[in-house]
């Protein structure tokens, strides 16, 4: 049993989904398999949109903008399919008209319901139209409707799974008779059937559940690059790829803002000791990189960069030092606004907080502790991390500029400049 994850860029394009295609029919191995689709492209941050508009009471500019979402998808279903277009269509009707349902309403609920309800559908077109296209080339398989499987609660936009209903619902689907299903990622259903989503990007997520519910022998998430790379190539262009990673090593990147994997992805997997294969989609013989219970030593520097940095310098306002007590206060502030802090560092009378700027969350922070702290921020700021690191490429990376605060243990260092 293995689980496939392919994300939006990998179905943005007929090309892209024939080539999807290509992929499974060159599988040769029987193994059963589960795969795991999102919406097509930039199709969510479009479905948001439609989700703003109509909350604001927009109801044709809503349906305009909907339209617009609906005709790529029939155009892409109408260049895939051939005998296997009229089903698909008629499948694609049924999710349009639910959300122009839904759009001809006065929004009476909070936005998020509304959001979950409305964002779900990409997913729902995407898997729907691969999946014909799939069947139609003779790689058979089952379509499923995740929302009958995966079970949240009702926080909507950042639902939290039911693992046992989950799994329950997991147990109920027979791969005996049906090698191939194929469903969607990010989304889920309430107790009362009403429509959830795992926060953005979660369809890695949702792959990594069913891996674990189904003790799958391994996960492969297929993306654009060759792996995972120790860089963010479009910032450095002599980065590296590393073939072999520990689940720990990826949450630890992940901590320090590499955009590698979803990070609630390695805890399932972590727990059966799954193994993750990163592999581009692009070109299947590239090795990729392997993610997996064994600790690899000997990485190379892995670097992190965030831009858009600000950092805040808060002084006691007597003099005193900086106690237990303003900080269990601070820390209360961070959680009521959902601040996550990049780095804290304590000095005597201050302290200082690198934080990515946001500018209501950090006129909000401000103004909270400003009973607690004399405070100072400074803005455009550039946070670089870098974990494995060695003295040569902290001063390669750090020559000429101005530092404002530098923080080490024995395996990263992060330094904030200007
Ligand atoms: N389609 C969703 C998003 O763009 C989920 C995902 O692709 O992981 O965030
Ligand atoms: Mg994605």
């Keep these: 049993m293995q689980v496939y994850k392919f994300g939006g860029a990998s179905v943005n394009s007929v090309e ?33 949109k439609v989700a703003e508009v109509f909350f604001s009471g927009d109801t044709d500019n809503a349906l305009r903008l909907f339209e617009v979402i609906k005709q790529q998808h029939l155009t892409t279903a109408k260049f895939l399919l051939v005998t296997h277009y009229n089903a698909c269509y008629t499948l694609l009707n049924d999710f349009f008209t639910e959300i122009e349902w839904l759009l001809h309403d006065k929004p009476v609920r909070e936005f998020d319901y509304y959001y979950d309800q409305i964002v779900c559908i990409g997913e729902l077109l995407s898997t729907a139209i691969v999946s014909f296209y799939f069947n139609e080339i003779g790689v058979a398989n089952t379509w499923l409707d995740v929302r009958d499987i995966v079970r949240t609660d009702n926080n909507f936009r950042d639902a939290i799974i039911d693992w046992a209903k989950t799994k329950t619902a997991v147990s109920s689907l027979n791969f005996a008779t049906d090698n191939i299903f194929l469903t969607q990622g990010f989304i889920g259903a309430t107790d009362d059937n009403e429509s959830t989503t795992l926060g953005r990007e979660g369809s890695d997520f949702t792959a990594a559940i069913f891996a674990n519910l189904l003790n799958a022998s391994s996960l492969t998430i297929w993306k654009d690059v060759a792996g995972v790379m120790n860089v963010d190539p479009k910032q450095f262009p002599d980065a590296e790829l590393i073939p072999e990673l520990s689940f720990e090593e990826v949450i630890e990147m992940a901590y320090y803002g590499a955009q590698v994997i979803h990070p609630k992805t390695i805890k399932p997997l972590q727990n059966k000791g799954i193994p993750l294969h990163v592999k581009c989609f692009l070109d299947i013989n590239l090795p990729g990189t392997t993610i997996g219970q064994k600790l690899v030593k000997h990485l190379p520097p892995i670097i992190v960069v965030k831009n858009q940095q600000a950092l805040l310098t808060l002084h006691s306002q007597d003099f005193s030092f900086v106690g237990e007590q303003p900080m269990i206060e601070l820390y209360k502030i961070f959680s009521q606004l959902k601040i996550k802090a990049n780095v804290i560092q304590t000095e005597a009378i201050s302290l200082q907080i690198c934080l990515d700027d946001r500018k209501e969350k950090i006129e909000q922070l401000a103004l909270a502790a400003s009973t607690l702290f004399d405070i100072q921020v400074t803005k455009n700021l550039t946070l670089l991390t870098i974990r494995h690191y060695n003295e040569a490429i902290l001063e390669q990376l750090t020559a000429g500029k101005q530092i404002l605060l530098l923080q080490k243990t024995p395996e990263t260092v992060q330094v904030l400049y200007g």
């Design 16 to 48: 892209r989904i024939q080539n999807l295609g290509k992929i499974l029919q060159n599988k040769t191995d029987n193994e059963p398999l589960m795969v795991i689709i999102s919406a097509m492209g930039k199709t969510t941050n479009a479905l948001e």
